[in-house]
Structure formats: C-alpha cells, structure tokens
C-alpha cells in the first residue's frame, strides 16, 4: 500500500485555469505538508497542517489554498494558474512536526 | 536566519568509489538532522537521522557523520553504484518551531 499518495502525477493546463492536486496518507500521521519544487531542485515549503490546523504558510500567493477535510487528506487548489507555477508539488507528511517526513511520488505541473 | 548549506552542489563519480557529501548549518536550537536521498522523478526518503548526542551513525554502504560544535554534517558513501545517481537533501530541525531547514541538495552521478 502506498504511504503517501498525491494525483494526479501529471497535470498540464493553460494559463489562468484553476486546478486541484490531491494529496492522502494512510500512516496515521497528524502532520501533512505541501511542498514545492523548482526547476533547480530546491524543495520550498508551502503550507503545513497539524490535525487539520493550518500551523506553516509561507509567503505563498494567496491563489494557491491548501484544504484539509481531515487528518489524512491534505488538498492543493490554485487559481488562476500562471507559467512560474510550473512546478513538482510535492505532498508529505510526518508522525509530528519535528519527525521524519514521509512523501509522496510528486506531481509535476506544466502551464502553457 | 536559519540556513542549511550543501556542498558540492554536484558530484560525479567513478562506480565503485567512496565520495563524502558537506553539509554546514545555523539552526538554532538543534533538534535533528537527516539525510534524505531523492531518486529522479521520485519522492525523497530519509536515510539517517542524526540527533544532538550522536557522532556517527551508518546505514548500508552509508554514513553519516556529525559535528555539533560546528554545526558540520557528513554523508560519506562507500564503494558507490549506479543506483547511488540522486540527489542528497540535508534537512536540519530546530528545536522549537515547525519548520523543518531544507538544503538545496547535491546531485550525484555515478558513472560506469
């Protein structure tokens, strides 16, 4: 069984679309993560929820809204999507805020 | 400001040799550091976890090495293979916030 699971693994879209990438984690886990990474490999931090509670939020636009419906789901929606959002988002998520970090398999977004 | 810096920023290697990967941080307070190893298209997985009181620990052909005098860490993989090709994360954790300290990775090819 996958631990971290995120979809879809590839999405490509047009500027100014909304889009939705889902994120779930079958670990027990109470800490989930989105993060984002670049064309130079850099993984960013993007948000982090604690049992459903937003506790991380980086200087993110506000187009990108994290939503947590419960302890194993954590969801990324952005709106009007714009080329530099061309990105691999990465989903993960950790037995505690400090603890190792479990991630999943990555989804690449591609705006045209 | 908390930083984690990774050196070299990129590393070939002949299959079959040794290589020791850097990594310099300024968190404060230290609560951990990991290794965690990224395979291209793939999520990245922790390979060790070094806390305050520990100097060395290893995993495999792996070990990681630490000093918390001066904030250094190691990775030092022995007697390398192809599958060794991946990018090397060093992620630091300070002690009483949240947010888990990302280095920007070395990439890794082991060649034939």
């Known amino acids: 069984d996958t631990a971290v699971s995120q979809t879809p693994k590839y999405l490509v879209t047009q500027m100014g679309n909304d889009k939705s990438i889902k994120c779930e984690q079958n670990l027990g886990h109470d800490t989930m993560y989105w993060y984002k990474q670049d064309s130079k490999k850099f993984l960013k931090i993007m948000f982090s929820y604690n049992n459903k509670e937003l506790i991380i939020n980086e200087t993110v636009p506000n187009r990108f809204s994290p939503k947590s419906p419960d302890k194993a789901h954590l969801n990324l929606h952005i709106n009007s999507l714009e080329l530099g959002d061309s990105a691999v988002y990465f989903c993960?998520?950790?037995?505690?805020?400090?603890?190792?970090?479990?991630f999943g398999e990555g989804s690449r977004l591609t705006v045209l | 400001k908390n930083q984690v810096e990774q050196s070299p920023q990129s590393l070939i290697i002949l299959e079959g040799k040794n290589c020791t990967l850097q990594?310099?941080?300024?968190?404060?307070?230290?609560?951990?550091l990991r290794w965690y190893k990224q395979d291209t298209g793939r999520g990245p997985v922790s390979l060790t976890i070094m806390t305050f009181s520990e100097n060395t620990k290893s995993n495999g052909r792996y070990t990681a090495t630490l000093d918390a005098d001066t904030k250094q860490s190691s990775l030092h993989i022995t007697a390398s293979q192809l599958s060794d090709s991946a990018s090397y994360i060093c992620v630091v954790t300070a002690n009483s916030g949240y947010a888990l300290n990302f280095g920007k990775g070395t990439s890794l090819l082991v060649t034939p």
């Open positions: 990594c310099n941080y300024t968190v404060s307070p230290f609560s951990n």
């Open positions: 993960a998520s950790s037995y505690s805020p400090t603890g190792e970090l479990f």
